[in-house]
Each structure stands twice: as structure tokens, then as C-alpha cells.
């Protein structure tokens, strides 16, 4: 008599290969429940959890319509999904993003090395992302990064060695947008052994090895992440994340930091003078612009910001290109009057 493998008890002595195996044929016999089951590993709120519970399913309700299923699942299937959702681009972007997020999960159980969600998420002209609340990419004026980056070295003043560490890490937070063009959950999961001291090189590490690569810092961005990683060990803080939300060494939410650089843009008095919010996708692109500027190619940049598909970069470039453009036309208005 065979045994049977059973997810919620696996053999102690089973090799990683059986436990593949036995995830493989979870997913595939029943991807409700393997979802349960993934899902409890990923430690969400029970509110947070209940709808990513409902958008796993409406997404597997609607695979069973068209006859697919996660092994078959592919680019154009998922776009289609997507496209038709009756919702805003957020909510679109959150429903991509848990299918992306958990296709990598199933395709790295299947040794698969592509994604079919992650070229929909990369591609900036994609059919889903016409519906409403799009809005024009956005980017910081020399002035403003300038503004920016003197604020990132001012003095802290009289304040508790707590509110001290805060600072210079939501600071070096900040240089790591502007400077070295990481996202929000890039610089979340960064850790202490993929920065050097005093290096430019930042290493951003993936689940799928294939997709980790390296970015340099701007020269200032260098200097405020090292002022923080000192003000990290004299601190004593506990765990290896390059910016952690505790003592404790916990993550930051992404909440936590979007409140960080707003407090940064709104005391370096730039918020004064802006329209739209500067967010940190807005300070990435900004990383990509002073590449522009500075003469950098259009594949070197899409290599630092981790861009898979060239049509991200060069969509990312011509939004530059025609900011930039509407910038020196303002800027040349005004030196007429």
C-alpha cells in the first residue's frame, strides 16, 4: 500500500523534490484550496485576506468559463481578465498584482521561468490600463530635486535618539527612490548584505533568480544611505533589513513609507509648488529622468529600474521626453514676461 502525501501533513523526512511534487498536484487538483493554504503562510489582516479570497476566485471562475486553468493560463488570457473587469486601474492593478504574485509561486513550484502575468504588469500601453483614475507619469523638476536632495543632508535638530533613527532612515528611504530608482517593495525586502558601504551598487534580489539585478546609486544617495546604516548600528537594531519599521527589525509597510516621503516632500517645501503628489513611482521616475538627462541609454536605464520589456522603458522615455519638453516651453514663457 502507496501512502498518501497530505498537504496539512507532510512527511518529516520527504525531500524538497517530494514537497514540490506534492504542491504541483495541490495546485492542480484543486487551486482554491492550494490558494487557502498559500495565503495562510502570507500572514495578511483577515480583512485584506477575505478579498484577496474573493479575487483569487472570481479570477479562477472566470478561467473555468474560457476552459483554462494555471497550467494553460497564459499572457493574453490574463489580459483579457483583466481589461474586463467593471473597476477603476487600482483596483485592476491589485487584482494583477495577486495574480502575478501567485503565478510566480506556481510557476517556481513548476520550474517555470516565466510569468504570464508579469509582462501584463510591466507593459505601460496594455489594454487594462484604459480606465479612469490613469493618470500622466510624473516627474521632479531640477529645482525640486535639488530642493529634495538638500533636505535629505539638513540638520535633525534637538530630537530623541527614537525620532533620530526614524529620520535618517526615512531619509535614506527617500535617496533610495530618487537616487537608485527601487520601488516601495524593493526597498521593503532590501537587506544590509546587498548594500556595501560607500559602493554605488545596490543588489535587488528576486525569488527567481533571473530577475535579480543591480542599480547605482546617485552619488548623494550613496552618502545618506551610509549616514543611515551607521545611525542603524549604533542603534542596535535587530534583524538584516536595510530599513526596518522597528526595533525589532519588522518591515515597513508601504503606508508607513508613502506617509515618510510625504512628510520629506512637504518639509523641503516642495509641496507648496506642486500640483500632483510626489509619490515614490514619482521620485523613481525621477531617477530615470536625470539618467536621460545625462545622456544614458534607454537599455541601461530599463536594466538599473529592472524593466523586463523594452516597451516599459521606452514608454517611460517618452513621457520624459514630452515633460521635458513642456517644461522648457513653461520655462520659456515665463522668461518672456
Known amino acids: ?7 496539512s501533513s507532510p512527511n518529516p523526512h520527504a525531500t524538497d523534490t517530494d514537497l514540490f511534487d506534492q504542491q504541483r498536484e495541490d495546485w492542480r ?4 484550496i492550494a490558494f487557502d493554504a498559500w495565503l495562510a503562510k502570507q500572514h495578511f489582516r483577515s480583512s485584506s485576506a477575505d478579498v484577496y479570497r474573493a479575487q483569487w476566485g472570481a479570477f479562477l471562475d472566470w478561467l473555468k468559463i474560457r476552459h483554462k486553468d494555471l497550467q494553460t493560463v497564459d499572457t493574453a488570457t490574463i489580459a483579457n481578465f483583466v481589461a474586463e473587469l467593471p473597476i477603476r486601474k487600482p483596483q485592476r492593478v491589485r487584482y494583477l498584482r495577486l495574480i502575478e504574485r501567485v503565478l510566480d509561486h506556481v510557476r517556481e513550484i513548476e520550474i517555470a521561468s516565466t510569468n504570464p502575468a508579469r509582462s501584463i504588469a510591466q507593459d505601460g500601453e496594455a489594454a487594462w490600463r484604459n480606465a479612469r483614475d ?10 525640486e530635486r535639488a530642493a529634495l536632495v538638500g533636505h535629505l543632508f539638513s540638520p535633525l535638530g534637538d530630537i530623541s535618539s527614537a525620532q533620530r ?3 535618517k532612515r526615512d531619509r535614506a528611504l527617500i535617496a533610495v527612490f530618487l537616487g537608485g530608482g527601487l520601488k516601495t517593495g524593493e526597498a521593503r525586502d532590501l537587506t544590509i548584505s546587498c548594500v556595501e558601504t560607500g559602493k554605488p551598487w ?7 533568480p533571473a530577475f535579480t539585478r543591480r542599480t547605482r546609486l546617485s552619488p548623494f544617495a550613496v552618502a545618506v544611505l551610509d549616514a543611515w546604516l551607521a545611525e542603524r548600528r549604533s542603534s542596535a537594531l535587530a534583524g538584516n533589513l536595510v530599513f526596518p519599521a522597528s526595533p525589532s527589525g519588522r518591515p515597513m509597510h508601504k ?3 508613502l506617509r515618510a516621503v510625504d ?20 521620485l523613481r521616475n525621477t531617477f530615470a529622468a536625470d539618467l536621460f538627462e545625462s545622456g544614458a541609454s534607454v537599455e541601461l536605464v530599463g536594466a538599473w529600474l529592472g524593466f523586463v520589456q523594452m516597451v516599459s522603458v521606452n ?4 513621457a520624459w521626453k514630452s515633460w521635458h519638453e513642456e517644461v522648457e516651453s513653461m520655462q520659456g514663457l515665463e522668461s518672456t514676461q
Open 1 to 7: 500500500m502507496v501512502a498518501s502525501h497530505s498537504s
Open 29 to 32: 487538483r484543486n487551486p482554491s
Open 134 to 143: 490613469n493618470e500622466p507619469t510624473g516627474f521632479l523638476t531640477s529645482a
Open 165 to 167: 533613527w526614524r529620520e
Open 202 to 208: 545596490v543588489t535587488i534580489e528576486s525569488a527567481n
Open 255 to 257: 503606508a508607513t513609507m
Open 263 to 282: 512628510a520629506l516632500i512637504d518639509e523641503a517645501g516642495i509641496s507648496q509648488t506642486r500640483t500632483a503628489r510626489a509619490s515614490p513611482q514619482t
Open 315 to 318: 514608454r517611460l522615455h517618452r
